[in-house]
Nanobody, 116 residues
Framework: QVQVVESGGGLVQPGGSLRLSCTAS????????IEWYRQAPGKQREPVAN???????NYADSVRGRFTISRDNSKNIVYLQMNSLKSTDTAVYYC??????????WGKGTLVTVSS
């Protein structure tokens, strides 16, 4: 069983920055594809960014150029650096770990609120 835990959420003003962290247990972290999703109130969960085993990153159009995903396999951690935050970025952010397409695990989420 892989434990996935998100952290780093909070309240930030528009234009501000936050860095989310996602840790996942297990000795095979380097083989996990990690994805960030978010779910705003009253809306469906949507993909935000992902980073592959080879550290290739992909972004949703809505965050490209503002968010950066990175990973440190030595620490079993993935970061989501979020800059130039907008009110529309307000959501619960979830981390998802995909283990070679065989199993997948979700964290419980961390709330990001962008408001003045």
């Amino acid at each position: 069983q892989v434990q996935v835990v998100e952290s780093g959420g909070g309240l930030v003003q528009p234009g501000g920055s936050l860095r989310l962290s996602c840790t996942a247990s297990g000795n095979l972290f380097r083989l996990y594809t990690i994805e960030w999703y978010r779910q705003a109130p009253g809306k469906q969960r949507e993909p935000v960014a992902n980073i592959s085993i080879g550290a290739f990153a992909n972004y949703a159009d809505s965050v490209r150029g503002r968010f950066t995903i990175s990973r440190d396999n030595s620490k079993n951690i993935v970061y989501l650096q979020m800059n130039s935050l907008k009110s529309t970025d307000t959501a619960v952010y979830y981390c998802h770990a995909d283990v070679l397409g065989a199993k997948d695990y979700w964290g419980k989420g961390t709330l990001v609120t962008v408001s003045s």
